[in-house]
Each structure stands twice: as C-alpha cells, then as structure tokens.
C-alpha cells in the first residue's frame, strides 16, 4: 500500500531566542535555538545536513514546556542557518497523533539524486503493524510530499531498540528491524532496501541474525564500499550487569547475505567493563574501521565508577591496531560523544565534568588515533551533549548538540573551522591525560592517554618556584602540606614533550 499525504505544517520561525556567538580568534561559530512555548525532547538524534548553498539545516522535536508525559510534542521543528550562526528560515511539522505518536528510529539525509532536497523518514509501528513513512523538503524548507507505505507483520513484541536507517553513499536508504511473533522464539531480522523515491525495493530476512534471547543494543550501517557490504553491530546484554559484554559484528554483502560474523567481549577485570546502547561502528576507508564504546572503570582512590570514551581502530581482519581513551567523567549521559572521519582525519567530540565542568571537547586525531589538536566549547554551566558531527564541504566541523537540564532548553550547532596550520601560535592545548579532582583537598589523580609514558611531574607555585618532582607513581600527586592556592603541574613525557596545568589546593 502507498499513499500520498498532505501534512499540516507551518512556515514561520517559531523560536523566542537565537544566541549566535563568535569564540576563540573567531574559529568557533555557536548557533543555540530557544522556543518561547517549548521544551526540546533530549536524548534524540539532532540529524542536520549542509545545504547546496553553504547553509545547514537540523531537526529536532519539540514538546510543550513543562508538560507531563501525556501531553502531545507540538511537532518536528527544521531550522536553517548560515555556517556564520545567522538564521534564515525555519518549519514545522505540526504533530500529528495518527502517525507521530508511533514514530521509532528517525532518518534525516540529502536525497543523492536532487542535492537541493533532504528526506526525513522514519518507521511507525500502528496496531501491530509497521510501516514506513518518508516526507521531502527543499533546500528552501518548503514541502514537496509525503509518502508512507506498509511493511507489515505483527510488532506487538518488537523491542525499541530493533530499527536502524542509514543512506549508502550515493544510493539508497537501508533500514533493518528484528522481531519475534512468539515469546518463546528467536528475533528474526530484515533489511529493506528503500529508494530515495519512497519506492520499497526489496525486503530481506536474514535467518543468520536470529538467536538474541534479549535484544538491547543495535547499530547498522557501512561496512565497507569497495565492494558494497554493510554491518549490523549488536548486543543481547542488559544493561545492569557487568559481566562481560559480548558484541556481535555480523558482515553483509549487497545482497544481505552474512558473509562473516565476529564475537567482541570488551571485558578487562572485575572493575572495567564497556556497555551502552549508543555504541558505535564507523568505517575509515577500504582496510580499517573504527569502533566507538562507553568505557567504565571503578576508581578504588576515590570510589567513584569513571566512564571514558574508548575508540579502537582495528583492520578489515578484526586485529586492533590503536586505541585511545578520553573524557573522563562522572557523568554518564546515554549519548555521550559524536564522532565523524574525513579521509585520514578522525573528529571526536565528548562531554566531560572533570577536567571542565560540564564542557564539550573537539578532537582531531591522526589515522593512528593521536591528538592533533582539542579545543573546549560552550560555556560551563549547561550540560551539552554532543549527539551528532559532520565535516562539513569547507573542511569546517559541525557538531549539535542539547543542553539536557535547563528549562527552557535549547539546541546548538557548533562549527569549527579546521584551519590550524600552527597550533602553538593559536595557542592550542593539547593534554594527552586528564587530572581531577581540580581544586583538590589531598590528592591530584591524572589518568593517561595509552599512547604516551610519563617521566617526571614537577609541581612549582605561581612564582616559579620548584615545590615538588615525582619520578615514579604518575598516577597519583600529594598535596599534603602545601597552602591553598593556586600551583603549576609540569608532566614530561619519555619522548620530551612537557604539559603544563594550572591546578588550585583547597
């Protein structure tokens, strides 16, 4: 079944305020979107995409603020804005029960065929049914038409986490659901192939991707492009257990047929363990690829649990050739990084409340997972958390992002421009550790890049003079018998390279 539909929609900018703001020599534009009546649902996908005239546009939904559960979201919300932070158009799909209130898994892309259109797609899940449903607009935001069309079978024992949309570059929208119409059976799985047309094209079950007793995580997309294969990334553990977490990698060809399947198990001691839905798989090019974990380890100094982001580059034969932890962090959101690859240069951006309270952090890094440069955005007193990334066609990064706890909130768009070609005259810090707490009563803790071997931390006051050196447990500072004040850590590497930090005893 296909049918056409006319959605109620408004053109008009509906926002109360939008703070556009211009930060560090200029390199950062901050584009942050309020609603005078609304209140941004959290925790979504905040998808945007560059307009064939250097604009961006993001999509996020937007609920009544303060509203309890059972009240209604006023609809979808499109914003348009320029790569400097001004704001050109906006539009809304107003909220429609028959369809939005059954809406699961959210898609928003470029149509590959008209580069002035973008499609936003999405299943419903209807009486049991599914369906799916893709509506186009121009890069203008005007609207050019609504499609929904019937997938079937009974979904009454569909899990949330059981749907994925991804675009294959340059070709068509790929979507994955599993299900079981008994209690007593296995999921089975299926990949549509979708055209950017609203045209199904072929739907595919996958006996392979079947025996997961408690479906929980999933995550689909490109394996690889020479040739086509793609790659369904999930996991059947709960989330409060810590025993070891296996992940399942399962390769398709084309056709989606599995042609290898690979068991991960992230697991190292009874305090360290990786789990969260958000986990991700990103492809580098045709002989590596990157996965993405939450990484937690329990602190026995301080008896807090950390999570930090763990990034692994392994080849297309699953041998781990780097790796690299960063952000540090009591706080532990579901979606607590963005990352995004162009040619050889990896971008991640992450939340972290120890090193700065509550700030958001860019990173370049190499092929070879090390630190190009990190910059620090968005101010200390929000909770933004950065949910989506794209390189942008000038070589900029643009990273959105929702400040979770404000009411009012708000949503942002953060673009870099990637031009420092001298990062010592920019004045650039680039600290292959973290250390906290800061200030700090006793002890000082700093926690290492697995890329770097320190040597020596010398502790000096604000007039130079040598309070302390340490050669050995670089893991731990006393600060015992020191004034409160403000001091400098110097840490010198094996290689070299210093780091300096300014850190204050209470």
Known sequence: MKTALLHLMKKTLLFLGIMTLSLAKGQEIVTEFSHSNGQYLTGVNLNF????????????????????????????MFYKFS??????????????????????????EIDPEHHDHFVYANFLVIDDTLYFRMRTIDMYLNYIGDT???????????????????????????????????????????????????????????????????????????????????????SNHTSDTHDSPPFRLYVLDSLFNVVEEKCFYFYQGSHWYTHNWNDQFLPVDDQHYLIVNRYEQFDS????????????????QHVRQASALFGRSLYQPEAIRAIAIDGNTIYLSYMTNVVAPNHLVLLRLDGDLNVQWERHFLSEDTFHHAINMKVLDDGSI??????????????????????????????????????????????????????VQPARIDLYDLQGRLMHTQNQSFECLNLNGLA?????????????????????KE
């Open 49 to 76: 995409v560059e307009t064939t005239d250097k604009c961006v546009v993001v999509e996020s939904w937007l609920a009544p603020e303060y509203a309890p559960g059972t009240v209604s979201p006023i609809g979808k």
């Open 83 to 108: 790569a400097d932070g001004i704001v050109r158009d906006s539009l809304l799909f107003e909220y429609d029960s028959v369809y939005d209130d059954h809406s699961v898994a959210e898609f928003f």
């Open 148 to 234: 929904i069309f019937e997938i079937g079978h009974s979904t009454a024992l569909f899990p949330y986490y059981s749907y994925d949309l991804f675009s294959e570059p340059n070709g068509d929208i790929i979507a994955s659901y599993s299900i079981k119409d008994d209690p007593n059976e296995t999921f089975m799985t299926y990949f549509l192939r979708i055209g950017f047309d609203g045209t199904l094209k072929s739907r595919t079950e996958v006996p392979q991707i079947r025996y997961f007793d408690m479906l929980m995580e999933k995550h689909t997309g490109m394996f690889n492009e020479s040739p086509v294969q793609y790659c369904y990334w999930g």
């Open 301 to 316: 100094q301080t008896y807090y649990t950390y999570s930090s982001v763990l990034l692994e580059k392994r080849n297309r």
């Open 398 to 451: 643009a990273v959105s992002s929702y400040d979770a706890f404000a009411s009012p909130n708000s949503i942002s768009v953060v673009v870099i421009k990637d031009n420092y070609d001298n990062l010592e005259e920019l004045g650039i810090h680039i600290r292959p550790y973290d250390f906290y707490p800061n200030p700090s009563h006793n002890e000082l803790h700093l926690h290492y890049s697995p890329d």
């Open 484 to 504: 409160a004040g403000q001091y400098l850590i110097k840490v010198t590497m094996k290689d070299g390279k210093t780091f300096t930090d300014k850190v204050v």
